[in-house]
């Protein structure tokens, strides 16, 4: 089983639709996970972290974290084709050392 | 803003060399890492770093080494490069060393290795 595992897509959405990236995790013991956003050929950018159960809201972006089912989402509300990306999930393991998964492809289609 | 610089955005280097990439972080930062990342493996930690003169190893750091002589720098070396190291290498930092804290980025270097 992978660390870290998320479905590689992609996942089309219209644009203004709701676009909702999932991740599981295996490590239990896991505090803090965060949302990276990678543009082709472009370098990862943080764009939500949690911590704790339940949702966090930044903007059009809401994270989830359920840590009994070892999951976390990330929902992008008005998905606009600029939000067409590949989407890192990534899980704090300890020392503030990350594990990614493989990433979501996105496509926000007009 | 904080900024992570890498020297090189593209690179070529032939079978045997020895490599040197360099990353630097103008945010006083404790936490450095060196991942590389590739098609459906994804990034992987090779090695990282709390401190001046501190590294440890990642999850592969086979054929790598990495030296950390000033706060703001971190280089990783390949020792003797190969053809399997072809791959994109990304500096990243953070703060809060053992606390709760996402990654910087730099905008990665991609190394082929021919």
């Known amino acids: 089983q992978k660390e870290v595992e998320q479905n590689s897509g992609p996942l089309s959405v219209p644009e203004g639709a709701i676009a909702s990236l999932n991740c599981t995790y295996s490590?239990?013991?896991?505090?803090?996970f965060f949302w990276y956003r990678q543009y082709s050929g472009k370098s990862p950018e943080l764009i939500m972290s949690?911590?704790?159960?339940g949702d966090k809201e930044d903007g059009r972006f809401t994270a989830q974290l359920n840590k009994a089912s070892q999951y976390v989402s990330l929902l992008i509300r008005d998905s606009q084709p600029s939000d067409s990306a590949t989407y890192l999930c990534a899980v704090n393991r300890g020392g503030n050392k990350l594990t990614f998964g493989t990433g979501t492809q996105l496509k926000v289609e007009l | 803003d904080v900024k992570v610089t890498q020297s090189s955005r593209y690179l070529v280097k032939r079978t045997g060399e020895k490599v040197f990439l360099e990353c630097v972080q103008d945010m006083d930062h404790e936490n450095m890492f060196w991942y590389r990342q590739d098609p459906g493996l994804g990034l992987r930690l090779i090695y990282f770093s709390y401190d001046v003169k501190m590294k440890e190893k990642g999850d592969i750091p086979e054929g790598y080494s990495v030296s950390r002589e000033k706060k703001e720098r971190f280089s990783l070396i390949l020792e003797s490069a190969s053809t399997n190291q072809t791959s994109m290498y990304l500096c990243?930092?953070?703060?809060?060393?053992?606390?709760?804290?996402?990654?910087?980025f730099g905008s990665g270097t991609r190394l082929t290795v021919v």
């Open positions: 490590d239990r013991g896991s505090q803090s």
């Open positions: 949690i911590y704790s159960n």
């Open positions: 990243a930092s953070s703060h809060l060393k053992g606390q709760e804290g996402g990654y910087t």
